[in-house]
Antibody, heavy 114, light 110 residues
Framework: DLVESGGGVVRPGGSLRLSCAAS????????MSWVRQAPGKGLEWVAG????????GYGDSVRGRFTVSRDNARQLLYLQMNSLRADDSALYYC?????????WGKGTTVTVSS | QPALTQPASVSGSPGQSIIISCTGV?????????VSWYQQYPGKAPRLIIY???RRSSGISNRFSGSKSGNTASLTISGLQADDEADYYC??????????FGAGTKVTVL
């Protein structure tokens, strides 16, 4: 099971940290990703992290502003989002997988608005 | 602008087969066998249906099959059913960023 939290309304230029609590599987066996979907739009891969946190990747639109991390002992995945822009507004999904997205959470909504 | 090109819509009658294409370039689809496909119903999270080009995810009907030729991957849905009506997204490993998605294809069952 994957449960995202931390979404909300934030002003442009602000920051937000998303969390994803994982259960029901061996968390540190898997790479993890964040995928977002703006209202009425398609899927966009945001960031991913390998099982040991040693290899991370970012989408072009968030590189340098977002940071993905994980705590294997607590089975948590994080996404630190800085310098938020209006076009970052979306439903953010926590996903098991790195090269393909195996199991999806229900998502948490981020709205960037003044 | 998604790096993978999918048709905006595909339709078919019940029982027919349809094919959804997903076209990339040599540094994504053409260079790696990490193509995956996802099904998404309105208001729901996506679900993995195909990974590594042609492997079906657990619990997915054998009516769904995947393939690749050159820079183009394809998802075939055979014996089209009413509950196949959904949005379908392809994805591929890429040089950078590591993962990219297509814009999605809306499948309509006539």
């Amino acid at each position: 099971d994957l449960v995202e939290s931390g979404g909300g309304v934030v002003r442009p230029g602000g920051s937000l940290r998303l969390s994803c609590a994982a259960s029901g599987f061996t968390f540190d066996d898997y790479g993890m990703s964040w995928v977002r979907q703006a209202p009425g739009k398609g899927l966009e891969w945001v960031a991913g992290i390998q099982w040991n946190g040693g290899n991370k990747g970012y989408g072009d639109s968030v590189r340098g502003r977002f940071t993905v991390s994980r705590d294997n002992a607590r089975q948590l995945l994080y996404l630190q989002m800085n310098s938020l822009r209006a076009d970052d507004s979306a439903l953010y999904y926590c996903v098991v997988g790195y090269y393909y997205m195996d199991v999806w959470g229900k998502g948490t909504t981020v709205t960037v608005s003044s | 602008q998604p790096a993978l090109t999918q048709p905006a819509s595909v339709s078919g009658s019940p029982g027919q087969s349809i094919i959804i294409s997903c076209t990339g370039v040599s540094n994504n689809i053409g260079g790696y066998n990490y193509v995956s496909w996802y099904q998404q119903y309105p208001g729901k999270a996506p679900r993995l249906i195909i990974y590594e080009v042609s492997r079906r995810s657990s619990g997915i009907s054998n009516r769904f099959s995947g393939s690749k030729s050159g820079n183009t991957a394809s998802l075939t849905i055979s014996g089209l059913q009413a509950d196949d009506e959904a949005d379908y997204y392809c994805s591929s490993y890429s040089n950078t960023p590591p993962v990219i998605f297509g814009a999605g294809t809306k499948v309509t069952v006539l």
